[in-house]
């Protein structure tokens, strides 16, 4: 608490730091003057920097250049693919997705998750029998607790049907391997600032031969699929990101370690499927998420209840409700480990973390009994029992491969 | 190099790099994250960057949605008001012919929605006819899109005057504004603007970002081009780029502090650089040459010599046939067309940017190498009609 100064972000799933890569291509191209779509030695300047930005962000994603449409971001990545797609297909749409996606399809079919917060695959296909022609929008891994969907099984369901599928790689890429023809995906939605590169730029990627008519109309560029002057330094800044983040293994043991102390302090994990090894959702009975995010935010520490887009409303995670875990809904928060987390922010956050949950213990004694750990559980429907043994949790936290 | 192609784009100020810089270098705070010091400090940043936009532009902060550029303004103006008021019985939509594509694509788009584009023609002198315009007016119109200043000819529209004109009729007016900001003086309340778009990259910001200008008295009411988390009060979502907003705010206070000096400037280049290039190049011609023209702006015909041929005579020099978005086509411009150039005259038409970081010097190397080149081009041109 005395040492305010310091600041230890472990907000990360809203915003990575930026690379020092990232910022080194930033600098070079800001300098750049040319407009790429210009014919003359400035404007074609220009245009190399884009398009070898868009032969690595390929490159990275397993897609060739002709492939990826640059745009703002995430969001509007989603969003085009969905509003270019969906148009005579019944759009079925992951419960836990981002409030982008969910928005973008208010009357689509909702596809139920598991408590682990993995999508049902049999609730997928039952739906894929019901439906047509349909689009399947669901994520990669999830923003709130990092858990990863079987997109690839999901994928050969989709394609079993003749449905199209919408993968949002926002939190996955740079985290874990992203790579088209493995996920199964038509189109694939990123971004570079949730990867380590600047604010203000995305990708849509496309599988080959796939034609998508622009979501915002302009002068042509991005042969014709995203009008608009490219926003180049945020772009080549993007692919710099891509390139240097390979993924965030590394960070596994740091989260572990934090969660089991969060564990052994009084915390429930939310969403115990396999999940991003940067991400921990860590409920605290008894205390709102509200509460957390601000006494560790005095503390010096930066993590969110929920999303940050929804950071400004005070709502319980509707990702968490939907994974039946209702009763923790209030009192979750997300920690979410940057590129460049130390083991000493982890020991800041511990000490904080565990500060707030012993003060919670004490105030606890004084009031009525606190339910316990089992009775929340049992309440949430929850059957895996190894959830308040720290050793369980941290072996099925620990990051798992895209092989699904 | 001379860069002259400040239509196309700008070089980002210095001072916007300064600005941005430690958006960049030190702070990772997503500006939606309020609950924490990083996302706090982002957000303030943002919102010092809106007032300085809406000062610009005569509006308040709380009238500026940011975008990723002047191009997703005009789709969420266009599209946005319409589809808005997609229920009630106006249908009409009237812009110009000589307005940017994306304004043009915007209407064309609408049309599969059940509304009726109207495009009205230009004068010679690349001015909206009034009376055709009010004769437009008769059918209930939703909504007026005339750009403030064109992006090829220069040629500056009468805000005012066209927005008594849409308001007496009940239709709302939108303006792009990509080209006029921070080089004409603007306001959006006095000048009675519903809707006006803005690109930072055009007035010597970065890349990436613009806003839209959306009225609060009486309100425009507008639907949201996408949505997600709600950002920009549903308006817009997805994270806000900080840096950038941080530089557009910068680029924004710059040019409203110096756009007086700095026109005046600019202009006496640009008359500098049209003499030098009229007294070597015989029967060079102004396009639109009557109209008020941005300063900067010099679209004109170099008879007998095609464009892109000057442009390749000229490396070192950075000019243009007309809009950068088009620069590989190979047909004539929509808006010189528009003007009732023939093709030919369109081929022969040069259009040159002057800008903040321009030198007499830039000016005088110009003109040396446009009237070297055309005095290499042109005899080949004679010899080749003649022959």
Redesign the interface.
Known sequence: MQEKTK?I?L??N?????RPEA?DA?VQS??I???P???????RAARRVLEDARATVGRAVGAAPSEIVF??????S???AI?ALSPGRTLLIGATE????R??GPCATILPVHQDGTLDLAALESALAAAGPALVCLMRANNETGVLHPIAAAAALCHAHGALLHVDAVQAAGRIPVDMAALGADTLAL?A?KLGG????GALVLKPGLHLPA???????ERGRR?????????A?FAAAIQAAGDAAHLAPLRDRLERAAIDAGAIVCGTGPRLPNTSCLALPGIAA?TQ??T??LA??????G??????KITESRVLTAMGLADLAANAIRVSL?WNATAADVDAFIEAYCAMAQKKARVGRAAPPKPSVSHTLGSAGLSHGGISAAGTVAGAARPTQPSS | MVYLDNQATTQCDPRVLAAMWPWFADHPGNPHSTEHQAGRRAADAVEAARAEIAALIGATPNEIIFTSGATEANNLAIKGAARFAAATERRRLITAATEHKCVLASVHDLAAEGFEPIILPVTEAGALDLEVLTAALHTPTLLVSIMAANNEIGVLHDLTTIAARAHAAGAHLHTDLAQAAGKIPLDMHAQDIDLASLSAHKLHGPKGIGALYVRRRPRMRLAALFSGGGQERGLRSGTLPTPLAVGFGEACRIARLDMNAEQTRIASLRDRLYAGLSARVPGLAMNAPTAPRLGGNISARFPGVRALDLIAACPDLAISTGSACTSADITPSHVLTALGLTPAEAASSLRIGIGRFNSPADIDTAIAQLCAAYAALAPARQAAAEA
Do not use: F, W
């Open positions: 600041e972000y907000d990360s809203a915003s990575e730091p930026m910022r930033l800001l300098t003057m040319g407009n779509a210009s014919i003359h030695a400035a404007g745009c703002s971001g995430g969001t509007e989603n969003v085009a509003t981002h409030d982008a996606v928005a973008a971004s600032h600047p604010k203000g730029a979501l915002i109309a302009g002068g042509g560029q009008g608009g002057t490219p926003a180049l330094p945020a772009i800044g509200h995010v601000i560790l935010d010096g520490i930066a993590v969110s209840a999303a940050a887009c929804s950071s400004g940057p």
